[in-house]
């Protein structure tokens, strides 16, 4: 279905068309490109980091930077239940096992529950910053030292909060912050670390290119193509996100005061702006009538068939995953949009009556 107000929608009104044309004309268009490097550099030093790779997804940044910092069978690294599946399948996907920690009020991983998942099997945490909201890095951080563990950051929905762990890692898909289309960063300030990602994301070829390949590896490769898009969207991305810092201050004060709505902890960038709704699926059939789409919150990773544990629906994540959903969040919304949404869900819990269902409960 096509939604007039959809979900999300790429900003692409930077250089984006010129550096692709460049990209075509000169022929490189392969990963072999020389604006990977230009966007690789250009992240890294908006940063404040020294090294970037790029790759194919977000979720291959996760996978090359577990598989960087030698993690694999036998190993437990500790994931947030309330993530996105990508962050679990990345640990699976090195033979190694994810330990689900829940969540906080603010979604994010409670750094109050970590020590207790700690065992002598566990090498690293993930902390993920859930929607735009930065994790208690400087907590998460100390765990990591007195454990001696290594941190690989979740940051596919973070553009802009800055990385502290040994491995940051974010997505570049078309709904996030920035986008390639497709396509992913590792950043770190190691050397050895940033030529293992940058080894394990091109197949592990010698130097000598010889056919011969000493490890499991990867085509994790970013093309040139897309790096150009995504070159374009970091020279933006102070613009990018004071125009959603906007955005987020706009659905603040157009939600207000709306019985039936529970506002969420504030976000340190935004990329979905996340509530708490009564009566939410009767809410996202009215506002679906008014072209209007909402996506649901991720559902706790040990209610995944991969996952499963039973006692899933004791979770702090799965209370919130009742409930909660994400309203059109993008660059391009507009005051004039925002106040027809906001006027929609405003209308609905004004003059919509409670069905039986909502009764009931």
């Not at 390949?213 to 374009?232: D, S």
């Not at 902890?265 to 935004?270: E, I």
């Amino acid at each position: 279905m096509s939604f007039t107000h959809p979900v999300s929608r790429p900003f692409l009104t930077g250089k984006e068309q010129e550096y692709v044309a460049a990209t075509i004309a000169d022929g490189w268009i392969s990963s072999q490109s020389p604006v990977i490097g230009r966007f690789e550099r250009a992240f890294a030093d908006y940063n404040g980091v020294a090294h970037g790779v790029a790759c194919s997804s977000g979720t291959a940044a996760l996978t090359l930077a577990l598989r960087a910092l030698g993690i694999g069978p036998g190993d437990e690294v500790i994931v947030p239940e309330f993530t996105m599946v990508a962050s679990a399948w990345a640990v699976t996907y090195t033979g190694a096992t994810p330990v689900f920690v829940d969540c906080g009020d603010d979604l994010n991983i409670d750094v109050a529950r970590i020590e207790e998942k700690i065992t002598p099997r566990t090498k690293a945490l993930m902390p993920v910053h859930v929607y735009g909201r930065r994790c208690d890095m400087d907590a998460i951080m100390d765990i990591a030292f007195q454990y001696n563990l290594r941190v690989v950051e979740d940051s596919a929905e973070a553009h802009g909060i800055r990385p502290v762990g040994d491995i940051a890692c974010f997505s570049l898909f078309a709904n996030k912050i920035i986008t390639a289309g497709e396509g992913g960063i590792c950043l770190t300030d190691d050397p050895r670390l940033a030529g293992q990602l940058a080894h394990l994301r091109g197949m592990a070829f010698t130097r000598e290119h010889s056919f011969v390949h000493k490890k499991l590896a990867y085509n994790f490769r970013m093309t040139g193509m897309q790096a150009a898009v995504a070159l374009a969207q970091v020279e933006q991305l102070d613009e990018i996100l004071a125009t959603r810092k906007e955005i987020e201050r706009r659905y603040d004060e157009g939600l207000a005061g709306i019985d039936g709505i529970t506002p969420m902890p504030a976000r340190d960038v935004l990329w979905m702006y996340d509530i708490r709704a009564e009566r939410r699926e009767e809410l996202r059939e009215f506002l679906t009538a008014a072209s209007i789409e909402t996506r649901l919150f991720f559902q706790p990773m040990s209610r995944q068939p991969g996952y499963f544990d039973a006692n899933w629906p004791a979770l702090n994540a799965a209370r919130f995953a009742a409930d909660g959903l994400y309203l059109p969040t993008h660059t391009g919304l507009s005051a004039a949009d925002q106040e027809y949404i906001t006027g929609k869900v405003r209308e609905f819990y004004e003059t919509v009556p409670a069905g039986p269902a909502a009764e009931k409960e």
